[in-house]
């Protein structure tokens, strides 16, 4: 019997990264779409029941969905990787930056910064804060925006 997986991922790396690796499997198929947070939550509402036997998404967007579907969520995980990666990103940019973003991010940020000596200021995003609000606040403190695709993290700089 074929498993049928709907992959809801928050950005167009994922997407393709989740494709990409649904074709190596023949006897699952995979239907991926791009949409995060709140758009990813209405999707899987509308398809949840279309046939799927489990649904794969990351972070915050897993989460949501987890709130309205009884099946399956399986949450593709942040590497401590992916966030040096996004830090190193930034660095080419400026020596002056913050991160933002929710918990799966700055609890590995916390983590790398420690280990690594970095001194870089860290915000939590969670569902009593307004990420516009923060935004706008620290905006509001002459940072520019950097946007690391790859992790939906912002870097303020």
Known sequence: MK????????YEELNYSMTTIGEQYPEVETTIYTADLVEGQKLATQLCNDGYDAII?????????????????????????????AIR?????????VIVGYPSIT????????????NIEIYTIDEDINAHEMLD?????????????????????
């Open 3 to 10: 498993r049928k997986i709907l992959g809801i991922a928050p």
């Open 57 to 85: 998404s990351r972070g915050g967007t897993a989460k949501l969905i987890r709130r309205v579907v009884s099946l399956p969520v399986i949450d593709v995980s942040l590497s401590i990787y992916d966030v040096h990666s």
């Open 89 to 97: 990103l930034a660095e080419n940019y400026t020596d002056n930056f």
């Open 107 to 118: 609890e590995k940020a916390h983590l790398l910064c420690d280990l690594l000596g970095l």
């Open 137 to 157: 606040s620290l905006a509001e403190k002459n940072m520019n925006c950097f946007y690391a695709m790859q992790l939906r993290i912002v870097l303020l700089f």
